[in-house]
């Protein structure tokens, strides 16, 4: 019985697979762009947030030990008061990468752009109330650096979202809504997707995490991945599930931490044909904590070998400090891997 169901299992994801393939057709825009992002070899991968604040070893994760009330206090004394876009994007352009990803939301549901479809974000919360989104994205299109957004599809802090174990834990603390309606927060998503690649240029891809359940039922991911390439249709999609193929996508994501699926990406018809990118931390953290393990020079310069072997893109990441500047050891070590790339 059980070698039955894995089979029909296996039909059913083929076929799905074959019609996925069947179902989206890249735009020539999408196609040149996932050329230049194959060809790409390095962008920055940007964590930054409330969270950047409170120096807890859950960093990015914080918001899980405290409740929503408690948490809105910590965002209003959020004050990247040293933040220079113009700073962060020319240190990355020196060091050698091609383009940025940041956090526009994570999943506490903070935004650090302007958004009209709730008050949760940087411009009324804290004391710098800047749309740091804005300031970067402009940076990104004057110095010639590609813009990624990331996206959390996770978001602790609405009303609407229900959180599920398989979305990294249950959480007892979220306030309270008898009549929570999931639908009302997928329409939230598509509006702020459409604020963000309609009010920031040129948008060179959209980098979607929190979806680790496999529920195909609760997101509408055809939905939302349209919407994005109706906007921008140049716009690639990435979407951290690990290897599986969602139509839409225009590339393949994995953690550099655990082994790669060789075998599965090699002997997928749809996967193969994809761009590949390889995500790592420069420390054990993915945002700030003054307590976090940086990685050696060593083990940074191996693991951009291990990547470039596989003829994929590799988003390295660091978290600035509180007060906005750029983690000095981060930029100290990438110096070195970079002057040591130059000299190969």
Not at 199 to 220: C, M, Q
Not at 273 to 291: E, F, H, I, T, V
Not at 312 to 339: C, Q
């Amino acid at each position: 019985m059980q070698r039955i169901t894995t089979l029909f299992l296996f039909v059913y994801l083929f076929s799905f697979s074959v019609v996925a393939q069947s179902s989206y057709i890249p735009s020539k825009s999408n196609i040149e762009n996932r050329k230049w992002f194959e060809n790409s070899r390095l962008g920055l991968f940007i964590h930054f947030g409330v969270y950047t604040q409170l120096n807890d070893p859950d960093e990015a994760w914080a918001m899980r030990r405290y409740g929503v009330p408690q948490y809105e206090k910590f965002a209003d004394e959020f004050d990247p008061k040293d933040f220079n876009a113009k700073r962060w994007v020319s240190e990355a352009k020196k060091l050698g990468f091609k383009y940025i990803t940041i956090t526009t939301k994570h999943h506490d549901g903070f935004c650090l752009f302007d958004s009209k479809y709730t008050d949760w974000t940087i411009m009324h919360h804290g004391k710098y109330r800047h749309d740091i989104i804005k300031d970067i994205a402009e940076e990104c299109h004057k110095q010639g650096i590609k813009l990624w957004l990331y996206y959390s599809i996770l978001d602790w802090h609405h009303p609407d979202f229900v959180f599920h174990k398989e979305d990294g834990g249950v959480y007892a603390h979220q306030l309270p809504n008898p009549n929570r309606d999931e639908k009302k927060y997928i329409q939230y998503m598509k509006n702020q997707l459409t604020e963000l690649l309609t009010n920031y240029g040129t948008v060179a891809g959209i980098w979607f995490d929190g979806y680790w359940s496999k529920n195909t039922d609760r997101w509408p991911f055809g939905e939302i991945y349209s919407l994005i390439h109706k906007i921008q249709s140049a716009c690639m999609i990435i979407n951290n599930h690990d290897m599986f193929y969602i139509p839409g996508e225009d590339a393949m994501v994995y953690a550099l931490y655990d082994p790669f699926p060789q075998h599965d990406y090699d002997n997928d018809p749809i996967l193969r044909k994809l761009p590949l990118q390889a995500m790592d931390k420069s420390s054990d953290k993915w945002g700030y904590c003054s307590k976090q393990i940086y990685k050696p020079v060593d083990t940074l310069l191996n693991n951009m070998r291990k990547v470039s072997e596989r003829h994929a893109t590799f988003v390295l990441n660091t978290g600035p400090l509180p007060d906005g500047n750029i983690d000095p050891h981060f930029i100290d070590s990438m110096e070195i891997v970079h002057d040591q790339l130059i000299k190969k």
